[in-house]
Every structure is written in structure tokens, then in C-alpha cells.
């Protein structure tokens, strides 16, 4: 018997009437009704989501802006849902009105925008009071699960539109504060160019004063100096002061009589000078009649002389010119010389008139003394008077003395410290003067590091700060529609599924060819061919309807076809094996084996984000591979993996039938429970 005959066998029986042809038919038609009404119940699920009734309340109030401008965002963002028409939005009066629709179903969810929207998205301009603008939502899974994760990316993007729209209008501001910065940093740069200016006038003022407190210095110094000489000097006045004052009332003391004595004095000095003039008098009397007898004895001895000669000549003894001549000789050389007595008498005279003239004169200073020894005495009185107050007076010029030189040293010191900080103020003008000329070339460097943009360089800062990430997105491979990423997954499974039918009707191994001596490898895939026949047909089928009905448009219909048949032979292949060798129970099997590769093959979320266990399930069972093998074809990825993923899946067929080849070596020998299982599904 061959093959291909016991296949014919099988399948002459499934359709030797009306029956049991509309049961294969119906059989074909299985993954029809899974895999292409799901996909098209579900094929553009967004693209309706404005049948859905979504409840809108708006109580934002507007609020004013830093430019003078009203900013309404609540009414702006609303504007903007309704024109976007995402869902059927309606307006609602009031949050209590709207949450209240969302708890009876009448509307899917409610957002709501509060009144302090706008004021809240203006506040961070304030930097005293910043708060988030919310929008508030209320959903309700009891209207729907996946409605609430919709929901979500819904205000996500109102969130991410707003907070761009917002941080445009922030940035655009704190980028014209950047140009507010760099024209005051100029001015910053121009005024400490102007106070280095003035930094380095003071310089050269300090250097003046420095030269000035130096000489003050000096001065001070000596002035201290002579401060202390002067201290010396009031010392000393004050001792002599007190000597002076001592002395001078010694002097009043032995001068209180000096009046009446000097009055004494002048008139003894009177009778003195009274009795020497009289005496000067009687000598002066006595000297010229002394003077007069010598006179006169001359003049007689003259006489006797020429009468002498006078009688030579009359005795002719001489000549009367000789006569003449020794008469001339004897007046020139015989002047009548006064006596001895007449010389002393006349030089006691002289002595006595001297006499008289001093007396006269004592008489009259004893007199003028006698006269002015009152004043004399009271002056005597009034300068030890002064002499005490001199005293007094140079004590307290000591002692102020003393002070000034205190003072002077203390004025000294300060003037020692004033040319100290004046020096120190003199390096700290020089550095200041640097630091100033310093801070002017840096503020000049800040400035031209500070940006200063332009409108039309703000307005395009301004949209890339508010907005700093764009994602390009490049897809290598991309599905049309939801339906068409959900279609790899629920096209495999709608094969697993309409071949797992196919067993509750068709037998996986006949009796009659059990009973033959044909060799059990033909007998299985005899077994098998008429499960691969119609799983072919269910393959080919499904794939029309999607490409065609649905407008799936795969990036490579043959090859996606080619691999939907690749899939079937598998599916057909394990089936048939698993229920061969374990009977009723293996459809169990089956059916387990069903819902493993449903949580594992990674049709909705990827196969990573499973539990651990599931992974190695996913290694080892063929909806995987094929799950992933569809998604290249229909979506235009690379199809270097489209090759192992079909001799995977000849490895799983050949598997199948090796179970089978298995099952009937095994049912080969009969026993009870061949002809009466336990069990019959």
C-alpha cells in the first residue's frame, strides 16, 4: 500500500457525502473565522476613536503674562482636542457633572482642565511661587482597560504640546534676558574701565598722600622733638621761675626801707655837694691870689731884668736891638711858673672842683634815687608779684608742656601709623587699579561669551530649547495599521487552531492501514498527508482573505504564503504525531501546547518580557519562529532569518512524523485497550 494511496483512502472517506464535505469545508473555514474576523474586527481601532463619547470640562480663567499679553491655554488646548477630533468630544459644565458621566458609562473618561491652568504655566516667570499645570483626568477600567492606557498617551501629548508651546514663550524670554545681560555686561565693561580710571587717580592721589604722611611723619617727629626740648625749657622756666619769685621776695624784703634811705642819702649827698662847692670856692680864692703873687713877682722880676739891660744899654754895654732880642728871649723862655704850693693848691683845686662837681652830681642822683626808689620799690613788689605769677604760670606750663609732649609723641606715633596705611593704601590702590583694569578686560570677555541673539536666532533657540529632543524616527520595517501588527500572531494561530480542529474530525492514523503490512513510516505520513491537504488549503485560504479582503499588502505575498504552507505542514506535522502516539489524551497535549505558545511566541509584547520559564518555551516550540518569520515578510525587514525559520520548520515536521512513524509501530500490536481506550474525545 502506498502512501498516496492511504492518504486517498483517508480522504475518499471525510468527504463520501453532503456531510462530511461541509465538515471539511466548515474545517477550512476555521482559521478563516479566528485569525481574518479578529483582524477585522480590530484592524483600525484609533482611526475610531471618535465614535467615543469623551466629556470636556474647561474652567481655566486665563492669566496674565510678563509681556502684558492674557494667556488663555485651557480654552486653547481644548480648541485643539475638538479640531483634532481623536474622540467625540463634549462639552461639560462641570467636573462633578463630568466624573459623574464617566461612573455610568456615559462617557468613556472626563478631562478636565482646572481654573488655575494658565496661571500655573506663568508662574515659573515669577520664581516665588512656580506650580505644575494640571490636567485632570478620570477614567474608569469598567468602560474599558485599554481605554485608560489610550488615555494616557492621549494627555501625554497634550502635555508635551503645552509644556513646548510654554517653554518656547520661557525660553524666548530668558534668551532675550541673555541680550539684557550682554548689553549691561558692556556697560559693566565701559564703568570699570572708567573706575579703573578713577582707581588709578586714587593711586596716584594715595602716592601724593603717601609722600604727605611721610613728611607728616617727619614733622610729627620733630615736632615731638621739640615738643620734649620745649618741655625741657618750661622745666627749667618754672625752677628759675621760682627762683626769680624766691629772690624777688628777698628783694621786696631788703627794699622796704631803701626810700626813706635813699631819702637820707640825697640829702647827706645835698650837705656834701653844699660843702664842697663852698670849699671848691675857698681854694679857688686862695689859688688865684697864689696865681696873682706869682704874677706879680714875675712881673717884678721882668722889671728888674729890663732895667738891667736897659742900663747895659745905657751904659752902652749892648746894644738896645740886642736888648730887645734878650728881653724876647726872656719872655719866650721865662713864663712865669707857678710855686709848689701854688701848683699843689691849684691841682686840690681841680681835685676839690671835681669834688664839687660829683657831690653836685651824687647830690642830684641821690636825689633823682631818693625820687624814683618808691617806684623802684613798688615795681621790686609788683615783680615778685609777677615772679609768683611767672611761677604758677610756668608750672602750668610744664605741666601743659607735658601734656603737648604727650601728645606729640601720640601724634607722632599716629602719623608713623597714617604713613604705614597710606603706604599699605598706596599698594592696595596700585592692585585695585590692576584688579579694576582686570575686571573691565574680563567683563569684556563675559560680555562676548554672553550670547546676544537676534529675533530671528531667539525665535529658533527658543523652539529647540523648549523642544531639545526630536525623535527620528527610521523604521526599517513598519505595520500599516494596528490590525496589521496584530496579523503575524493571529495569522499562526489561526493555523495552530484549524489544524487542532482537523483532529476532531479526521483520524491520525487509519485502521485499515494498521492492519496492512505497509511499513510504519508510510503508514504515518499517509496518515498525515490528508491533515497537510487541508491545512494547505486553510493556509492558502486565510492568506487570500487577509491580503485581498482585508488589504493586508505584505512586503512579500509568495513568500509570506510559502511560509504560511511551511507553517501548516509543521502544525499538521505535530498535531497528527502528538495525537497518533497518545490517542484522546494527546489532544490535551495539544491544546496545552496551544496556550504555552500563545504566551510565549511574543505576538503582542516581545517573548523578553515574559517570566523566565516561558523563554526556554519559546526556544523549543515552532509559533515563535513563524511569528517572527511573518513579521520580516509582511513588513519588508530582512529575510536572512526567513531560511533557518523553514528549516525549522522542516525539523518540527520531521519530528511530527517520527512520533507518528512511532505510534504506529505501537499500535501495531492490539490490546484491550485498543479496542475498548479508557477515554474517547
Do not use: C
Not at 61 to 79: H, I, N, Q, Y
Not at 89 to 105: I, L, P, R
Not at 145 to 167: C, Q, R
Amino acid at each position: 500500500m502506498t502512501v498516496l494511496r492511504l492518504a486517498r483512502s483517508e480522504l475518499k472517506r471525510m468527504t463520501g457525502g453532503l456531510l462530511p464535505k461541509l465538515t471539511i469545508l466548515a474545517l477550512t473555514l476555521v482559521p478563516l473565522l479566528y485569525g481574518a474576523v479578529y483582524l477585522y474586527a480590530n484592524w483600525d481601532p484609533y482611526g475610531k476613536l471618535n465614535q467615543i463619547d469623551a466629556a470636556l470640562v474647561v474652567e481655566d480663567t486665563g492669566a496674565g503674562t510678563a509681556d502684558g499679553s492674557r494667556l488663555e491655554a485651557g480654552r486653547k488646548v481644548a480648541d485643539s482636542l475638538v479640531e483634532g477630533h481623536v474622540f467625540n468630544w463634549q462639552a461639560v459644565s462641570s467636573a462633578e457633572a463630568a466624573d459623574e458621566g464617566v461612573s455610568n458609562g456615559k462617557y468613556a473618561f472626563a478631562l478636565k482642565i482646572p481654573r488655575d491652568f494658565s496661571a500655573n504655566l506663568v508662574s515659573p516667570g515669577s520664581f516665588d511661587a512656580a506650580n505644575q499645570a494640571m490636567l485632570n483626568v478620570t477614567t474608569n477600567d469598567a468602560n474599558n482597560y485599554l481605554l485608560s492606557t489610550i488615555v494616557d498617551k492621549l494627555t501625554t501629548a497634550v502635555h508635551a504640546s503645552v509644556a513646548k508651546e510654554v517653554g518656547e514663550g520661557t525660553a524666548n524670554q530668558l534668551l532675550t534676558g541673555f541680550g539684557t545681560i550682554h548689553t549691561q555686561m558692556l556697560k559693566a565693561s565701559d564703568g570699570a574701565r572708567e573706575l579703573a580710571g578713577g582707581v588709578s587717580s586714587l593711586h596716584d592721589g594715595t602716592v601724593t598722600l603717601h609722600q604727605g604722611t611721610g613728611s607728616l611723619r617727619s614733622g610729627a617727629a620733630e615736632l615731638a622733638a621739640g615738643q620734649h626740648k620745649l618741655l625741657d625749657g618750661a622745666n627749667a622756666l618754672n625752677s628759675g621761675a621760682g627762683q626769680l619769685a624766691a629772690g624777688l621776695g628777698q628783694l621786696t624784703d631788703k627794699t622796704a626801707t631803701l626810700p626813706a634811705d635813699s631819702q637820707r642819702l640825697a640829702d647827706g649827698a645835698a650837705q656834701v655837694a653844699a660843702g664842697n662847692a663852698a670849699l671848691n670856692t675857698k681854694f679857688q680864692g686862695i689859688a688865684g691870689q697864689m696865681a696873682a703873687a706869682d704874677q706879680a713877682a714875675a712881673q717884678a722880676q721882668r722889671a728888674k731884668v729890663a732895667e738891667s739891660t736897659a742900663r747895659m744899654v745905657a751904659s752902652g754895654l749892648m746894644l738896645q736891638p740886642q736888648a730887645d732880642s734878650l728881653m724876647a728871649d726872656y719872655d719866650a723862655h721865662n713864663t712865669p711858673a707857678p710855686s709848689g704850693a701854688a701848683a699843689a693848691l691849684k691841682g686840690a683845686a681841680g681835685q676839690i672842683q671835681q669834688l664839687a662837681d660829683g657831690s653836685a652830681a651824687v647830690s642830684a642822683g641821690a636825689s633823682r634815687l631818693a625820687g624814683a626808689t618808691p617806684a623802684l620799690t613798688d615795681a621790686v613788689g609788683k615783680a615778685s608779684a609777677g615772679a609768683d605769677q611767672l611761677s604758677s604760670g610756668s608750672a602750668a606750663l610744664a605741666s601743659g608742656e607735658q601734656n603737648a609732649a604727650a601728645g606729640a609723641d601720640k601724634l607722632s606715633d599716629g602719623a608713623a601709623q597714617l604713613d604705614d596705611g597710606a603706604a599699605r593704601l598706596e599698594d592696595g590702590s596700585a592692585t585695585a587699579s590692576n584688579g579694576a583694569g582686570t575686571l573691565a578686560g574680563e567683563l569684556a570677555k563675559g560680555a562676548g561669551k554672553v550670547p546676544n541673539p537676534g529675533d530671528a536666532q531667539k525665535d529658533s533657540l527658543a523652539k529647540v530649547m523648549a523642544d531639545p529632543v526630536a525623535v527620528s524616527n527610521v523604521s526599517q520595517a513598519k505595520a500599516g495599521s494596528y490590525g496589521a501588527g496584530l496579523a503575524p500572531f493571529f495569522l499562526t494561530l489561526a493555523l495552530w487552531i484549524g489544524v487542532f480542529m482537523l483532529i476532531q474530525a479526521m483520524r491520525p492514523v487509519t485502521q485499515r492501514a494498521l492492519a496492512s503490512n505497509a511499513p510504519a513510516w508510510k503508514i504515518a505520513v499517509g496518515g498525515w498527508l490528508p491533515f497537510l491537504a487541508v491545512a494547505a488549503a486553510q493556509a492558502s485560504l486565510l492568506t487570500l482573505v487577509v491580503d485581498v479582503g482585508l488589504g493586508l499588502d505584505p512586503a512579500h505575498p509568495v513568500l509570506m504564503w510559502v511560509l504560511m504552507l511551511a507553517a501548516a505542514m509543521a502544525f499538521s506535522a505535530i498535531i497528527q504525531g502528538v495525537v497518533a502516539l497518545l490517542g484522546s489524551p494527546g489532544k490535551l497535549v495539544v491544546l496545552i501546547l496551544l496556550v504555552l505558545q500563545l504566551v510565549s511566541s511574543g505576538g503582542t509584547f516581545p517573548w523578553q518580557t515574559t517570566p523566565e520559564p516561558l523563554h526556554v518555551v519559546h526556544q523549543l516550540l515552532p509559533m515563535g519562529y513563524v511569528v517572527s518569520g511573518m513579521r520580516h515578510l509582511i513588513y519588508g525587514a530582512d529575510l536572512a532569518s526567513i531560511l533557518p525559520t523553514m528549516l525549522g520548520l522542516v525539523g518540527y515536521t520531521l519530528l511530527g512524523l517520527a512520533m507518528s512513524a512511532v505510534a504506529v509501530r505501537k499500535h501495531k500490536f492490539w490490546t484491550l485497550k485498543t479496542l475498548k481506550p479508557e477515554i474517547a474525545l
